[in-house]
């Protein structure tokens, strides 16, 4: 990559990192807390992702603060377990679960690190699916309104980044391979009110934030892959443009104009849905005002045509870490998704594409004008100690480097950002390898196989990153 200027950070930008409840604290049976659908899948799923113990964050949050402390970060992006804070349908709030995370976020607040909290990151309480079938049945509306309300009341004096749902938009897209439509008999057309269901929940998680925390901002975490046309066959750029309709737009023009988008409502017409729009939802929806935009950003896709006669192929992501594996799928009519000839990949063939960053913010920017911070963004790797009891990462540096860069370049451009968080700050679980695909700027000795004595180990991008905060990013 060719550095032709030094990009400059605003004074106050937040640096730090990210995670998830259940792909790091671990401690799943303890502290009261009760299971989450994704902690049976992870069993199932095992030697892959067994979130029992995790990076065991639970047990080293204090040892973990304090080497974010020491890296130099002035933000910690994580999220809230909602059956750790409310465990049982009885609605009773554990009190182990609210003194965890205001440890956590004490923790945080005195080494001047500004805690950025998402209330929901995948991990569906078991009781909560029990009762109301997940998102799928609108009895959920209240008790997430009420889950949110003691998050705020409890934290909120200290918590003033509120983050609703995480990637809702993918959460969707990919429904089965994150669970969601679990129960659905027909997800191509139920995800449309299972969406608009946890619109509703989010809606009122923007309104119960801006009612109850003093000074209390909110926002979505859309995951953002942007997606460029293949050539310039304008068949190829409309494609391109449905593909992120469908993954992506629909949702943000929801979160900032607070009301469905004219392809939405038209693609419901076509293929004959129902999105189970009741009176009053509309309403709730307008109240909802976001303050800014937390986007995850790892990659870049193709979008190119898809003729109504060719022949129906479904997505297939990489989960072996062995490069190649990936389907691009195609949507007769729609759109297909296929390889980037310009970009390398990662061994789970995701596209190491830094331009993605600034294409990225510059659209959101011109679309929606509101303030943005990156909660995710990293590099998935194979990593193990070296012979010299260190852990060399220089891909992962590279990768970061070439990211904030073009962070900076959109800050130049004009876009406002206000902080950058890449994932992860230690190792933790990936979302469908376990321990296997690492991305952290802190090793935990622990694998899939064994577990180990979870010790942590500085990677050599952790040293770089230090360097980098201090400078305010001008340290290349
Ligand atoms: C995001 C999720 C994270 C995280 C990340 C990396 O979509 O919000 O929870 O897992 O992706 O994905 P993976 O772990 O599958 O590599």
């Given at each position: 990559?060719?550095?032709?200027?030094?990009?400059?950070?605003?004074?106050?930008?937040?640096?730090?990192?990210?995670?998830?409840a259940w792909?790091?604290e671990?401690g799943v049976s303890e502290g009261g807390r009760t299971p989450a659908?994704?902690?049976?899948?992870?069993?199932?799923?095992?030697?892959?992702?067994?979130?029992?113990?995790?990076?065991?964050?639970y047990?080293?949050y204090?040892?973990?603060?304090?080497?974010?402390?020491?890296?130099?970060?002035?933000?910690?992006?994580f999220s809230l377990s909602w059956s750790r804070i409310i465990p049982n349908a009885d609605g009773r709030v554990n009190p182990e679960g609210i003194a965890f995370y205001n440890d956590l976020i004490d923790?945080?607040?005195?080494?001047?690190?500004?805690p950025?909290v998402t209330l929901y990151h995948?991990d569906m309480p078991v009781w909560v699916d029990e009762k109301f079938?997940?998102?799928?049945?609108?009895g959920i509306i209240d008790v997430f309104d009420e889950y949110v309300r003691v998050c705020f009341e409890n934290f909120g004096d200290r918590v003033?980044?509120w983050?609703s749902?995480?990637?809702?938009?993918?959460?969707?897209?990919?429904?089965?391979?994150?669970?969601?439509?679990?129960?659905?008999?027909?997800?191509?057309?139920?995800?449309?009110?299972?969406?608009?269901?946890?619109?509703?929940c989010?809606?009122k998680a923007?309104i119960a934030c801006?009612e109850m925390v003093?000074?209390g901002?909110?926002?979505?975490?859309?995951?953002?892959?942007?997606?460029?046309?293949?050539?310039?066959?304008?068949?190829?750029?409309?494609?391109?443009?449905?593909?992120?309709?469908?993954?992506?737009?629909?949702?943000?023009?929801?979160?900032?104009?607070?009301?469905?988008?004219?392809?939405?409502?038209?693609?419901?017409?076509?293929?004959?849905?129902?999105?189970?729009?009741?009176?009053?939802?509309?309403?709730?929806?307008?109240?909802?005002?976001?303050?800014?935009?937390?986007?995850?950003?790892?990659?870049?896709?193709?979008?190119?045509?898809?003729?109504?006669?060719?022949?129906?192929?479904?997505?297939?992501?990489?989960?072996?870490?062995?490069?190649?594996?990936?389907?691009?799928?195609?949507?007769?009519?729609?759109?297909?998704?296929?390889?980037?000839?310009?970009?390398?990949?990662?061994?789970?063939?995701?596209?190491?594409?830094?331009?993605?960053?600034?294409?990225?913010?510059?659209?959101?920017?011109?679309?929606?004008?509101?303030?943005?911070?990156?909660?995710?963004?990293?590099?998935?790797?194979?990593?193990?100690?070296?012979?010299?009891?260190?852990?060399?990462?220089?891909?992962?540096?590279?990768?970061?480097?070439?990211?904030?860069?073009?962070?900076?370049?959109?800050?130049?451009?004009?876009?406002?950002?206000?902080?950058?968080?890449?994932?992860?700050?230690?190792?933790?679980?990936?979302?469908?390898?376990?321990?296997?695909?690492?991305?952290?700027?802190?090793?935990?000795?622990?694998?899939?196989?064994?577990?180990?004595?979870?010790?942590?180990?500085?990677?050599?991008?952790?040293?770089?990153?230090?360097?980098?905060?201090?400078?305010?990013?001008?340290?290349?």
């Amino acid at each position: 990559m060719y550095y032709k200027e030094n990009p400059v950070f605003p004074e106050g930008f937040m640096w730090g990192a990210s995670s998830a409840a259940w792909q790091v604290e671990g401690g799943v049976s303890e502290g009261g807390r009760t299971p989450a659908i994704i902690d049976l899948n992870s069993k199932k799923k095992k030697p892959y992702a067994d979130n029992s113990i995790a990076a065991d964050h639970y047990h080293h949050y204090k040892e973990d603060v304090a080497l974010m402390a020491e890296c130099g970060f002035s933000s910690y992006r994580f999220s809230l377990s909602w059956s750790r804070i409310i465990p049982n349908a009885d609605g009773r709030v554990n009190p182990e679960g609210i003194a965890f995370y205001n440890d956590l976020i004490d923790e945080l607040v005195k080494n001047k690190i500004e805690p950025i909290v998402t209330l929901y990151h995948y991990d569906m309480p078991v009781w909560v699916d029990e009762k109301f079938g997940g998102w799928r049945n609108r009895g959920i509306i209240d008790v997430f309104d009420e889950y949110v309300r003691v998050c705020f009341e409890n934290f909120g004096d200290r918590v003033k980044y509120w983050l609703s749902i995480n990637e809702q938009n993918m959460q969707i897209v990919y429904g089965h391979w994150l669970g969601v439509s679990k129960g659905c008999e027909d997800w191509e057309k139920d995800k449309w009110s299972v969406n608009h269901i946890m619109n509703l929940c989010h809606a009122k998680a923007v309104i119960a934030c801006h009612e109850m925390v003093d000074g209390g901002k909110i926002g979505p975490v859309p995951g953002y892959v942007p997606i460029y046309p293949e050539t310039c066959n304008p068949l190829d750029q409309i494609a391109a443009m449905n593909a992120e309709e469908l993954t992506e737009k629909i949702w943000n023009d929801l979160y900032v104009h607070r009301e469905y988008n004219g392809f939405v409502k038209k693609f419901w017409k076509d293929n004959d849905i129902d999105p189970g729009i009741q009176e009053g939802d509309m309403e709730l929806i307008r109240k909802a005002k976001i303050d800014f935009f937390a986007l995850n950003c790892y990659r870049s896709n193709v979008g190119k045509d898809a003729p109504p006669d060719s022949g129906f192929r479904e997505l297939a992501l990489n989960k072996s870490g062995i490069k190649g594996e990936f389907v691009y799928p195609n949507y007769p009519g729609q759109y297909a998704l296929a390889a980037n000839p310009y970009v390398e990949t990662t061994d789970w063939d995701w596209e190491i594409d830094p331009v993605a960053m600034r294409y990225m913010l510059r659209y959101v920017w011109d679309h929606y004008q509101l303030p943005m911070m990156i909660t995710e963004n990293g590099y998935g790797a194979h990593e193990s100690v070296d012979a010299d009891g260190k852990v060399h990462d220089p891909k992962r540096i590279e990768f970061l480097r070439e990211q904030i860069y073009q962070v900076g370049l959109a800050i130049s451009d004009g876009c406002e950002v206000i902080g950058y968080n890449p994932w992860s700050f230690t190792d933790l679980l990936s979302t469908g390898n376990g321990m296997a695909k690492r991305y952290g700027l802190v090793y935990v000795n622990t694998t899939d196989e064994e577990v180990l004595d979870l010790r942590r180990i500085r990677k050599d991008s952790f040293y770089w990153y230090s360097e980098l905060i201090k400078s305010n990013g001008s340290n290349w």
